[in-house]
T-cell receptor
Framework: LAKTTQPISMDSYEGQEVNITCSHN???????ITWYQQFPSQGPRFIIQ???TKVTNEVASLFIPADRKSSTLSLPRVSLSDTAVYYC?????????????FGSGTRLLVRP | DAGVTQSPTHLIKTRGQQVTLRCSPK?????VSWYQQALGQGPQFIFQ???????QRGNFPDRFSGHQFPNYSSELNVNALLLGDSALYLC??????????????FGQGTRLTVV
């Protein structure tokens, strides 16, 4: 079972900031939070990963509150090419190795 | 660096047949995981290979099996194909045995259609 809950879909317009929130109430102490982006008929692509507070890279920011029970992916000034499915994952560690458990993701539609 | 490569890109098989899908991991990666993605769904974990052994397995029947070679490449085999096996099959690789919480790199996938 996926360990995360996120909105099924979101709409936005070009140039706007988009924030997608993910709930992970049962996150384990040593779990990281990772976001992937997927375009149709392509494999998921890593966007960003964090453990706590704020992480920023060249494409997104990830905000994680102190209790770590949720996280928010922030995409600044989206463009049409950001239309994709976004997955929030938390690490699932079994016998010291990780596997990725995907939920249904959030379908983001960016309109002109 | 070619990244993760999968072959073939598309495949059509008949019910009851067997299929083999192939994956070459990103250079320097030693861990390979396989996922099945049905239309409109998120990827579902099938299994993970490390040091030529299946280390973790998701909720898939024994019809799904795999192999990892000494060069870290991997194969996914599905026997007795069912219509419901039609999906995009994704391979992901990661370094360091997957023991460190690192990002995984995915291939473009193999689109399998069972008729």
């Amino acid at each position: 079972l996926a360990k995360t809950t996120q909105p099924i879909s979101m709409d936005s317009y070009e140039g706007q900031e988009v924030n997608i929130t993910c709930s992970h109430n049962n996150i384990a102490t040593n779990d990281y939070i990772t976001w992937y982006q997927q375009f149709p008929s392509q494999g998921p692509r890593f966007i960003i990963q964090g453990y706590k507070t704020k992480v920023t890279n060249e494409v997104a920011s990830l905000f994680i509150p102190a209790d770590r029970k949720s996280s928010t992916l922030s995409l600044p000034r989206v463009s049409l090419s950001d239309t994709a499915v976004y997955y929030c994952l938390v690490g699932d560690k079994v016998d010291s190795s990780y596997k990725l458990i995907f939920g249904s993701g959030t379908r983001l539609l960016v309109r002109p | 660096d070619a990244g993760v490569t999968q072959s073939p890109t598309h495949l059509i098989k008949t019910r009851g047949q067997q299929v083999t899908l192939r994956c070459s991991p990103k250079s320097g990666h030693d861990t390979v995981s396989w996922y099945q993605q049905a239309l409109g769904q998120g990827p579902q974990f099938i299994f993970q290979y490390y040091e030529e052994e299946e280390r973790q397995r998701g909720n898939f029947p024994d019809r799904f099996s795999g192999h990892q070679f000494p060069n870290y490449s991997s194969e996914l085999n599905v026997n007795a194909l069912l219509l419901g096996d039609s999906a995009l099959y994704l391979c992901a690789s990661s370094p360091d045995g997957g023991f460190v919480n690192t990002e995984a790199f995915f291939g473009q996938g193999t689109r399998l259609t069972v008729v």
